[in-house]
């Protein structure tokens, strides 16, 4: 398939990503002590993420006007919650890759991780706080909600999934698992960058709302690929191992469309296949809840739904951003819907 | 020993306490989805914990001339974020029980109980900014300011405790567990507490770093009283496993003492018995380390360590409070350095 994405998102990315980096670098050389804390506090952001999140909400408050030490703040904050709430995940989903490496918890045992995460989520405040400086305590305090309701959104989201997968429930529709990452991705992936760089840029004058449904479609679209890519991702470069979603027995897409369609043979097979803790999951029974999915289209519909999504997320792009002058944050921000699905 | 804790402290407690549990209650009646979140997130909280932090930061504002309304949103953060630290603390731990029950992970497994403890966490962010509508913008900040250095000492302490337990790091002295609680235990418990209180009593006019001084002494003397209930307490009442901390290798004044003293074959001993992964710790090896405590003197030690700082400090509470007028709150404040000693 041939790019569609300009040439911009991946710039955008690039250029904001750096700024981002340089800033999250300085702030990661402090603190004490290092060896059991800030060394490994500043592992997961300096293994080269994509800085999505912050280029997102500074791409956002410069279309809206702003200039970027606007927004470079809260950008930072979302990033250090971001790799708190990676450092959490990994424990909780028994993941062992991260970015290319172990995680945290297996380089250094899930008390230190749990410690480490905590830490990063804790630091995240302080950028928030020194918002009050360039944006006043009143817009800095308005961020300070705005990251209240997402980090609470993400837990609920985070709360569903795992309850899911203790109690291996497998009777969910599309729209259970749309309403979850709702809440556990879309909200500090893509609606919270979006809303914050808005509200930043136009000092709390617009309605906020209508940045929500443009997010959600984003940060769907955004997680069905990433959960695709787990199972078609070029082993070579992606970082995490290779059809480990359904070794975690995550409830994606495809999983969701393989149990509908499933015999009611196969359907027992999986369930006792997904209900064994994660480390007595077989390799045979990975392998063949792969082939499954092969041969009932799961990996195909799954990726028709992503296209809808990113095409709904153009649509909404359209009534949230075009009647902003042209900028190159704003063809950013058109573009990153089809950016989400041709990633790899 | 006869009790000399003026009755008022106990009162006090009580009281305040009532008035926190019953915002807590509401706070935590609310919430979706309960099964998977909220109602894992009400347990702990409701487990009838003494509300100690919460009690001693009304206080402080009451005693520097400020109604309980002022520093009610702040008490009741607080006690959400040390419910948070307590579900992690309990996974880093191993710890088995909390408050006479099984811990979060004991009942839900480490994965949702991970995603409780961010979630108390997230949530304490929400009474500080509802702050804004009683203090204004500015004074909620500042509290806002003071709870990320208070969290950042915490965990930075946590890092400290952790670290020692992974390598099997015995060779501390007295001053390297006074650091480590400093940050740990006593940021939180009573410095904290008490800066909040002047801080909004005073509308951010007074000078907060003498209430480290008195914090410091205070939560020190609580933590090694603390620590010394874990092996001397009424196992009917203790709520938690007696000689816990020895199976879970916990650095304590007692354990540092006991290392000092022991003869070179003890400490080859102790050395080994304490490098075992928690689950190993042999029953026998565990009782044979409070032997040894008892036949060197480790726990008068500590005893007579608590005792001191307590008597500090009292002369601390001294300089903080005597130019304050007479009140019931006063008095509880200078009360409670013998209470930490007294409370069984």
Chains 1, 2 share one sequence.
Not at 15 to 37: F, K, N
Not at 47 to 55: A, E, K, T, W
Request: glycine fraction near 8%; include cysteine.
């Amino acid at each position: 398939m041939e790019s569609t994405t300009p040439p911009i998102v991946a710039e955008t990315l690039e250029q904001y990503g750096s700024l981002v980096r340089a800033a999250l670098d300085e702030l990661l050389r402090e603190g004490e002590p290092r060896r059991y804390l800030y060394d490994l506090v500043a592992d997961y952001p300096t293994r080269g993420g994509r800085m999505l999140r912050s280029s997102l909400c500074i791409a956002t408050a410069r279309a809206f006007g702003a200039e970027v030490e606007d927004a470079l703040n809260s950008a930072l904050s979302l990033e250090l919650m971001h790799n708190g709430f990676l450092v959490h995940d990994d424990i909780e989903d028994g993941g062992e890759q991260r970015r290319g490496r172990p995680t945290m918890h297996l380089l250094h045992g899930v008390p230190m991780a749990i410690n480490v995460g905590d830490a990063l989520v804790v630091m995240s405040l302080r950028p928030l706080l020194a918002n009050v400086g360039r944006l006043g305590p009143r817009l800095a305090l308005r961020v300070l909600e705005e990251t209240e309701r997402m980090a609470r959104e993400s837990v609920e989201g985070q709360a569903i999934e795992l309850g899911w997968r203790r109690d291996n429930t497998l009777h969910l529709q599309d729209e259970d698992y749309l309403q979850m990452i709702l809440k556990k991705t879309c909200w500090y992936t893509t609606i919270y960058p979006t809303r914050v760089g808005a509200l930043i840029a136009t000092r709390d004058n617009t309605d906020l709302e209508s940045f929500v449904r443009f997010g959600f479609f984003l940060g769907a679209a955004f997680q069905i690929q990433d959960d695709l890519l787990n199972l078609v991702g070029n082993p070579e470069t992606y970082g995490k191992e290779l059809n480990g979603d359904i070794r975690e027995a995550k409830r994606t897409l495809m999983l969701i469309h393989l149990m509908r369609h499933a015999t009611p043979l196969e359907r027992a097979r999986l369930t006792e296949a997904l209900a064994a803790p994660r480390d007595e999951r077989r390799d045979t029974d990975v392998a063949w809840v792969r082939q499954c999915m092969d041969s009932y289209g799961s990996i195909d519909y799954a990726r028709q739904i992503a296209h809808g999504l990113a095409g709904a997320a153009m649509h909404e792009s359209q009534l949230l951003y075009s009647g902003l002058p042209d900028s190159r944050d704003k063809r950013f921000l058109e573009g990153l819907a089809t950016w989400m699905l041709e990633r790899v």
